[in-house]
């Protein structure tokens, strides 16, 4: 299977099944000399763990990390960082029915189709399962950007009909560390309390009908330069654009005004430029910290679309793999929706984009690259 493998120069490939002994990534491209152990990759990984809450998956899983290569003395060595964590609990009979027909929304027609055989436990390599490499990857990259002062703040903006009402320009106005505290401390990971009131109301709705439901989810970067990104193949925004799309279960990605701005006027979108304090910056931010695909200096900020999950146990018609018509009612331990848990995966496969970028950046210009040079000879 081709296409498991993320990135130029901080080059992640994730590996493993739903319900096979585990699942990992190897990273190769990390810098020496930062301090790494368990606990940092472990704190990203348990914002994604099932069973956090009767909003996710009931399976029981710790997803606790262990690290295999690649540091010493609590340092990255600079070799391939090996990351796994073990499955615990797979239930694999629950997917004894499912070998034999296709779920609708889910990967197994089209994986059928293209390979002829398939894990089909747990949904196999099409599991959101697979996210734990992700997820443990970007750990890493984060805690690299933190040092150069970029931070992230990722959140539920809606689920279902239920928004967030501020804009995330109002909530990067508050204090960072208190909106974090915030999302951090529900659930469904949003910043404001009577949506998510609600939210959990129209989920606990959904649930009662055998249904699931779906959102959106917003990130917003700050601390990013002006200058990173290139300009054709390897634009910032396209690679978060792959980045994001590449998880399970996300249908759309906008950024900046995203689809809204192509109902407005030039005079309206266009982000006019002004010098305050000595800096440079924009009085509005429409397009979202990019333009020509290199980062602006503003906030980036974009929204990846999130399906309701596929599998349900509402009854729904669909085929056996014989081509006969049939109708089923898919049991198992399915999230009621995937929203909140795929927040810190966003978060990660942005943090590896952004990395990937700011390491390609480091050779554009001669000065920087000579004066770098000069520090080692
Ligand atoms: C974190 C996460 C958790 C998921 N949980 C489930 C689940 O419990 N049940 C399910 O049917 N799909 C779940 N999915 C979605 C499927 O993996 C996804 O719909 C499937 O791979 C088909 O891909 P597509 O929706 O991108 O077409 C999850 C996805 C993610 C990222
Ligand atoms: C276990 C996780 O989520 C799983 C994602 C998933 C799917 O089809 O994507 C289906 C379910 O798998 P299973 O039936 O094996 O429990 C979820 O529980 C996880 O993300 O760690």
Redesign the pocket.
């Known amino acids: 299977m081709a296409g498991s493998t993320f990135g130029n120069h901080f080059k992640i490939t994730t590996w493993g099944e739903s319900h096979g002994r585990g699942v990992g990534v190897v990273i190769d491209g990390c810098p020496a000399g930062l301090p790494l152990d368990e606990k940092d990759i472990q704190k990203f990984l348990d914002r994604?763990k099932p069973g956090q809450s009767k909003f996710s998956?009931q399976?029981k899983e710790a997803d606790a990390v262990e690290l295999l290569s690649g540091t010493f003395e609590g340092k990255t060595t600079g070799t391939p960082i090996s990351l796994m964590v073990f499955n615990k609990d797979q239930h694999s009979k629950d997917y004894g029915e499912i070998a034999n027909y296709y779920?609708p929304?889910?990967?197994d027609y089209?994986f059928d189709m293209k390979y002829g055989f398939r894990d089909y436990r747990g949904?196999g390599r099409?599991?959101?399962?697979?996210?734990i490499g992700r997820v443990a990857a970007g750990a890493i990259a984060a805690k690299i950007l933190k040092q150069l002062g970029i931070s992230f703040c990722t959140y539920t903006r809606s689920i279902g009909p239920v928004s967030i009402s501020s804009s995330a320009k109002e909530l990067l106005a508050g204090d960072l560390s208190e909106i974090t505290e915030k999302i951090l401390s529900n659930p469904l990971y949003m910043p404001e309390e009577l949506p998510c009131q609600k939210a959990q109301d129209f989920l606990k709705s959904c649930m009662a009908k055998k249904d699931?439901a779906g959102g959106i989810i917003e990130c917003a970067i700050t601390g990013v330069p002006a200058g990173i990104g290139e300009p054709v193949f390897e634009k910032l925004d396209a690679n978060l654009a792959k980045a994001v799309?590449s998880?399970?279960?996300?249908?759309g990605f906008e950024i900046g005004g995203g689809f809204a701005s192509a109902a407005s006027l030039g005079s309206e979108n266009n982000d006019s430029f002004e010098q305050k304090d000595g800096k440079t910056t924009t009085v509005t931010n429409h397009s979202g910290g990019i333009l020509g695909g290199i980062s602006s200096g503003m906030p980036i900020i974009f929204r990846a679309a999130?399906?309701p999950?596929?599998?349900?146990a509402a009854p729904q018609k669909t085929i056996t793999r014989d081509g006969e018509n049939i109708e089923i009612s898919?049991h198992?331990?399915?999230?009621p929706v995937?929203v909140p848990?795929?927040v810190v995966?966003v978060e990660s496969m942005a943090a590896l984009t952004l990395l990937d970028l700011i390491l390609e950046h480091m050779g554009s210009r001669i000065e920087s690259m000579a004066q770098f040079y000069r520090t080692i000879v």
Request: aromatic letters at 2%; proline letters at 3%; a positive charge.
């Open positions: 994604r998956t399976r779920r929304g889910h990967a089209t949904g099409s599991s959101g399962r697979e996210t699931s799309f998880i399970g279960a996300v249908k999130i399906k999950t596929p599998s349900i898919i198992g331990r399915h999230d995937i848990r795929a995966v």
